[in-house]
């Protein structure tokens, strides 16, 4: 059984004229395109600490089997705004798991799109919790339903935002949260 004892937050933003390698500059510049990358849903585990990125990536060698939550957007359309958020939302009551998610979209800010992947790991957590809230509620009114509940006690999301490139090219942003042993 393998449970992650660490984890470390990253995102890039990459353009060329293929697919595929607009993805690869956008892993590179996050720092993790050496790595075989499996996404996973998103439980954030109990235990597991937040580690700076650079002293994760000591921890890891090119081509290991590495878990993720990646959100991923990719465009060709020239000034389309694109975006990719990670949200987490992290119980107060040790030894309990929390949550991770992902959101990709067009048209948002990194800001509103970093609300908006917590907001989701936020909720998904607090209905584990049995925090009551009404979902029609702003974010903004929910998180302080959330905060004053003293059930959550953290939220924190990392997001890429980018217009497509100029000249028929693609463009990619990614934002992850990536398992370390």
Not at 6 to 18: A, E, H, L, M
Not at 19 to 39: C, D, K, P, T, W
Not at 51 to 56: F, T
Not at 117 to 137: R, S, Y
Request: proline share 4%; charged share 25%; net charge negative.
């Amino acid at each position: 059984m393998y449970v992650p004892r660490c984890i470390f937050f990253t995102k890039g933003v990459g353009s060329d004229k293929v697919q595929l390698a607009s993805f690869e500059n956008a892993l590179r510049v996050a720092g993790i395109a050496h790595l075989n990358l499996v996404q996973v849903s998103s439980i954030f585990p109990p235990g597991c600490r937040i580690l700076q990125k650079e002293k994760a990536l000591t921890r890891l060698e090119p081509g290991e089997i590495t878990h993720c939550i990646m959100a991923r957007e990719q465009t060709r359309e020239p000034g389309r705004r694109i975006v990719a958020s990670v949200g987490l939302a992290l119980p107060k009551e040790e030894g309990r798991y929390g949550y991770l998610s992902e959101h990709h979209g067009f048209g948002q800010t990194e800001k509103e799109a970093g609300d908006f992947a917590e907001d989701i790991a936020a909720t998904m957590l607090a209905t584990t919790l049995g925090i009551d809230f009404d979902p029609d509620k702003d974010y903004d009114e929910r998180r302080d339903i959330y905060r004053m509940s003293g059930k959550i006690i953290e939220s924190q999301n990392i997001s890429q935002g980018t217009l497509g490139a100029e000249g028929e090219r693609w463009t990619t942003v990614i934002a992850a949260a990536v398992f370390v042993r």
